[in-house]
């Protein structure tokens, strides 16, 4: 069982470079989002989508870009890495429109900006 | 909006002994409520969640939650630790309208010793 697959798991950028941090998920969810992790401040939202071709804004979402071409598929890309971006990367998927059904999360990316 | 509230960062406890993580919630609608647990590297796993009915919530390794609406509690609970439960624990919470992402708590370290 795959489930939701980020890929690299670690990546070192230096200020002013992009990349694209890939997540794809299995289980054919319509719901995926992206989470920033940092210490003491639990998980952010920083990008979500309700199924391909809908994307929305969470709680962070500058300095990110998101798209989704695939039901599977929703990359993450930093445009330009500043070191506030530093962090560790979570993907999660859940299915049904509703809020009740529990996310599945990838196993992250840690993202240094140097 | 909804927020989360972790009120203790770490909580160091004896193998064998009880322990009881701290939760508390403010939203102006009904919420869902979950705990996940966080292995060192690795992602967000489910431990357990309340949706409606039962206040006591059972969960995997032997951890369960009770929901209290009048204190805005979901407090994780466990009658006897082991090592192997050391992790990072996060409270959420989702509701049923807007964007149903879960808002995170800032997390609780659990550090079981010998």
């Known amino acids: 069982n795959a489930g939701v697959t980020q890929t690299p798991k670690f990546q070192v950028l230096k200020t002013g470079q992009s990349m694209t941090l890939q997540c794809a998920q299995d289980m054919n969810h319509e719901y995926m989002s992206w989470y920033r992790q940092d210490p003491g401040m639990g998980l952010r939202l920083i990008h979500y989508s309700v199924g391909a071709g809908i994307t929305d804004q969470g709680e962070v979402p500058n300095g990110y870009n998101v798209s989704r071409s695939t039901t599977e598929d929703f990359p993450l890309r930093l445009l330009s ?3 506030s971006q530093t962090s ?3 993907c999660a998927s859940r299915g049904g429109p509703t ?3 529990p996310q599945h999360f990838g196993d992250g990316t840690r993202l240094s900006i140097l | 909006a909804q927020s989360v509230t972790q009120l203790d960062s770490q909580v160091p406890v004896f193998e064998e002994a009880p ?4 939760c508390n919630y403010s939203s102006s609608v009904s919420v869902y409520l979950f705990w996940y647990v966080q292995y060192p590297n690795q992602g967000l796993q489910l431990l357990l969640k309340y949706l409606s009915g039962s206040t006591l919530v059972k969960g995997i390794n032997g951890f369960e939650a009770e929901f209290n609406k009048s204190q805005t509690s979901f407090h994780l609970r466990k009658p006897s630790v082991h090592i192997s439960d050391t992790a990072e624990y996060f409270c959420a919470v989702r509701v049923d309208t807007g964007r149903r992402a879960l808002t995170f708590g800032s997390g609780t370290r659990l550090q079981v010793q010998p």
């Open chain 1, 81 to 83: 890495a500043a070191p």
């Open chain 1, 88 to 90: 560790v990367y979570f």
């Open chain 1, 99 to 101: 809020g009740n059904q």
């Open chain 2, 19 to 22: 322990v009881e993580l701290r």
